[in-house]
């Protein structure tokens, strides 16, 4: 009775996710990559404790995974000119440093890699946030009635939004 329970619980859990990336904006599909990655990388470093050979192993391939299908492969080095260099770079090297981890079984080389990912991630919350930020200003300039001020309302906004 227990198993039907779990897979049920399973089936939802998945559900979810998937729902949640189909909705997910560019930004936030970023942000859950690197989410995935530090997940993967906090759960190897407890396999590394237990010495779980084999789960450690799944873990931070499966972070290396995410590192370079996901965020890496994702890249538009063109677009994104040196930024996007120094990204691919980084990537690079975590995924280095997270194979040498695996295989010298060093902790301390994946909480590097977590938070080169976390200091990551949090760039793009910010940057998430002041999109945000710009699209509800834009929707109360939309939503502002019409009227002899209407200017005066947009320059007000448009002044606080930084344009």
């Known amino acids: ?5 779990q897979k049920g619980t399973n089936v939802y859990a998945q ?3 998937e729902t949640g990336v189909l909705a997910a904006s560019p930004n936030k599909l970023t942000i859950m990559l690197y989410e995935g990655a530090i997940t993967a990388c906090q759960s190897a470093i407890v ?4 010495k779980d050979i084999q789960n450690k192993g799944i873990m931070l391939s499966k972070a290396i995974m995410i590192i370079e299908s996901g965020l890496r492969l994702s890249l538009d080095k063109q677009a994104g000119g040196e930024i996007a260099v120094s990204l ?9 440093r997270l194979t040498m981890a695996n ?3 060093q902790p301390e080389l994946v909480l590097e890699v977590i938070k080169l990912l976390a200091d990551l991630k949090s760039a ?4 998430g946030n002041e999109q945000a930020k710009t699209a509800a200003i834009s929707q109360v300039a939309v939503s502002v009635p019409s009227s002899p001020n ?5 320059r007000h906004i448009a002044s606080y939004a930084g344009a």
């Open 47 to 50: 396999y590394m404790q237990k």
């Open 150 to 154: 209407q200017l005066a309302v947009n």
């Open 124 to 127: 793009w919350e910010t940057i």
């Open 15 to 17: 559900m979810s996710v």
């Open 88 to 96: 691919d770079n980084l990537y690079a090297y975590m995924s280095h």
């Open 103 to 105: 295989m010298r079984n």
């Open 1 to 5: 009775m227990f198993g039907l329970i």
